[in-house]
């Protein structure tokens, strides 16, 4: 029997319970969340999407990812940038994704703030990972009760309120955290899941981005 928050998926195999064994939820819990990104599109595409899925689920969101892409350019933040008045109707009249004025919006709004952060970081890659919490702030176990305790971290909390500081939007502490998480800046994946020692191994391997 499983320990709360985990499941045992028809390969035998232990993972976190969250992706239901959903066959297209399981492959992003097992192949994408939590292991360490320095992309700057997918660093960005991510923080975007998780400003849409507020009020929503993520697979709602990860079942729309492709239909995001193609109405905002793959995610590259330079085109984005360049959006107005007409890219915002047409993204308002595009049923594949979230048609919500305000964060259609705000990823136009947060492109050119990420151009910003780049010019003065060299990549949005170096910005984020120099938030990465220490082990002080880590919790000695990862388990279930201790992630639905902690919706939001210190440091999410600080990367947050420097965002907004920047002009970001829909970037709340809890939107960070979960952007956190699945970029790699910690390893959540619960004790006893399959995933977790992997991404111990990619996290100590992983080359940093300095600024």
């Not at 319970?17 to 939820?25: M, R």
């Not at 819990?29 to 360490?36: F, V």
């Not at 330079?78 to 308002?92: Q, S, W």
Request: neutral net charge; hydrophobic residues 40%.
């Amino acid at each position: 029997m499983s320990a709360k928050g985990l499941i045992i998926g028809d390969d035998g195999l232990q993972r976190c319970a969250w992706h239901g064994n959903l066959d297209d939820y399981r492959r992003y819990h097992d192949e994408e969340w939590g292991r360490p990104v320095t992309d700057d599109r997918r660093l960005f595409e991510k923080i975007c999407l998780e400003g849409f899925q507020s009020g929503l689920s993520w697979l709602t969101i990860l079942r729309k990812r492709e239909a995001f892409r193609a109405a905002f350019a793959g995610f590259d933040f330079d085109m984005v940038a360049e959006f107005g008045e007409a890219d915002i109707e047409r993204c308002l009249a595009d049923p594949g994704i979230v048609r919500h004025r305000g964060k259609i919006v705000s990823t136009i709004n947060n492109a050119r703030r990420a151009k910003e952060l780049r010019s003065e970081f060299g990549s949005l890659a170096a910005y984020f990972w120099a938030h990465e919490p220490d082990g002080s702030e880590r919790p000695r176990v990862v388990d279930y009760e201790t992630l639905i305790a902690n919706p939001t971290t210190p440091t999410s909390v600080r990367i947050s309120k420097d965002l907004k500081k920047r002009g970001w939007t829909f970037v709340g502490p809890t939107t960070v955290y979960a952007f956190m998480q699945a970029m790699g800046l910690v390893n959540d994946h619960l004790e006893g899941c399959f995933c977790r020692a992997q991404v111990d191994e990619m996290r100590r391997q992983f080359a940093r981005p300095a600024a």
